[in-house]
């Protein structure tokens, strides 16, 4: 302890090479890899788009494509969130108004909506879109749980938030809309 501080007292200085061999030790410290890092995560392909001025997105995998709205059939005695049906290629597909269906401000039908369309074995469904905004890949790791303001029905179709306020919606629970398992039991 006393040549410690007879060191500090006189000042330690040391030479070129002791130098040198701490600063290569300092780098070889910093180059290392990280304790408990994990590689790049898994990443989902997001299909982007907008329902009344929020971003919402759905995982590619689940789309087969982006239509744009033309002609609609609404159908009578059905929930206000089932906007109609809708030709595409001589399939009728049932169309849903998520902004209905999670009490969203609604801005009514233009020439700018698109249907994605979704789908998984046995089920397709179309999704009223405002615009389509692109795709994107969101890391896995980055999903975050939802909102607490996010609640009620609109909770139940969520997957997460992305950290740029996305959010991804559960694509397999919005297709058991088309197989009729209407949201609160109606």
């Known amino acids: 302890m006393d040549a410690v501080q007879q060191t500090l007292e006189q000042g330690w200085k040391p030479g070129a090479e002791r130098k040198q061999r701490v600063l290569r030790e300092r780098a070889a410290a910093l180059a290392r890899e990280p304790l408990g890092?994990?590689?790049a995560g898994e990443t989902l392909e997001v299909l982007e788009f907008l329902?009344?001025?929020e971003r919402y997105g759905i995982?590619?995998?689940y789309v087969r494509e982006v239509f744009l709205l033309k002609d609609l059939t609404p159908l009578p005695g059905t929930p206000a969130f089932i906007l109609g049906?809708?030709?595409?290629r001589g399939q009728v597909l049932l169309i849903v108004d998520l902004k209905r269906l999670f009490d969203l401000p609604d801005r009514g039908l233009t020439d700018l909506n698109k249907i994605v369309i979704v789908e998984a074995p046995g089920v397709e469904l179309g999704i009223l879109a405002d615009s389509?905004?692109?795709?994107?890949a969101v890391s896995?790791?980055?999903?975050?749980p939802a909102l607490p303001t996010l609640t009620g029905i609109r909770e139940e179709f969520l997957?997460?938030?992305?950290?740029?306020?996305m959010v991804l919606l559960d694509?397999?629970?919005l297709l058991s809309v088309g197989r009729g398992a209407w949201p609160g039991g109606s």
């Open 85 to 88: 049906v809708a030709n595409v």
């Open 171 to 173: 694509a397999r629970k």
């Open 140 to 144: 896995v790791g980055e999903i975050q």
């Open 51 to 53: 329902l009344a001025h």
């Open 37 to 39: 890092s994990e590689p």
């Open 132 to 136: 389509v905004l692109g795709l994107l």
């Open 159 to 165: 997957r997460g938030v992305t950290r740029q306020s």
């Open 59 to 61: 995982e590619l995998k």
